[in-house]
């Protein structure tokens, strides 16, 4: 067993980004928010939780070399980019870009009147200077496991990363517990709460709340109430 390292990041201590038609959490420095302690984890350098407003959102911006994902978690998001891909992306349902030498896109709640809530995500590639790529795909619904979303592992279900980086999300019941061994060797976890109260290291992760898990070769989590968890796998270096 090695000697595991966790530091906890509580849901208040975040950075927002508050507008009329946005309210944004920041787990790390992002935007306006600034904070030299929070830049990243490893090669996860952004996880951000929006919440758009009916038929507002991003117009058209550029991204390079930066791995990027989007999970819809409430509503539909629409997408447009300067590839030609056009998508609705529904609750449920996972997006990314790998934005490799460059690419313009757009990012708009597709409803005029429902709020759209999703995760946005960005893991820094392995590979610079590739041609942009577009996926997207339905998230499987398990009951009290992890569902695998997005590997470097080809032939797989799960949207393909151009990092040696895994993102899983589960589902469970009150009373249960799982346990989640790191794909790589000398990977870190980021465990961020989506709903519910889990126990990792005898510490209580609440919604909005984070875990950060450095040098560990498995990790109990034990679940008291009914939970949603992500579990973001990335190289710390």
């Known amino acids: ?19 009329p038609w946005l309210e944004s959490r920041h787990s790390f420095s992002f935007g306006s928010y600034r904070n030299p302690q929070r830049m990243h984890f490893g090669m996860l350098r952004v996880l951000n939780d929006d ?38 992306i529904k609750q449920n349902e996972i997006q990314h870009i790998s934005a490799g030498k460059g690419i313009q ?18 893991i820094e590639p392995n590979e610079y200077d590739i041609e942009p790529s577009y996926q ?10 992890f569902s695998l979303i997005v590997s470097n592992k080809k032939g797989t279900s799960s949207v393909l ?18 346990n989640y061994t790191p794909n790589h060797t000398g990977n870190g976890i980021f465990l961020y709460v989506l709903d519910g109260l889990v126990e990792v290291q005898k510490q209580s992760i609440e919604p909005g709340d984070s875990a950060e898990i450095a040098k560990a070769d498995a990790i109990e989590l034990a679940f008291k109430k009914p939970s949603t968890v992500l579990l973001i796998e990335v190289p710390m270096a």
Not at 10 to 19: A, F, H, I, P, V
Not at 64 to 70: A, G, Q, R, T, Y
Not at 105 to 122: A, D, P, Y
């Open 51 to 88: 919440r758009i407003l009916g038929g507002k959102g991003f117009g058209m911006h550029m991204h390079d070399n930066m791995e990027i994902l989007s999970i819809v978690l409430e509503g539909s998001l629409e997408h447009k980019d300067s590839k030609g891909n056009h998508g609705i």
């Open 1 to 19: 067993m090695l000697d595991m390292d966790i530091q906890i990041h509580r849901s208040k201590d975040r950075g927002m980004t508050k507008l």
């Open 136 to 145: 997207q795909q339905k998230i499987p619904q398990k009951d009290n496991d």
């Open 161 to 178: 990363l151009h990092q040696n980086a895994f993102i899983s999300i589960g589902h469970f019941d009150e009373k249960k517990s799982a």
């Open 105 to 122: 896109h757009s990012e708009f709640n597709h409803s005029k009147t429902v709020k759209c809530r999703f995760l946005q995500i960005w």
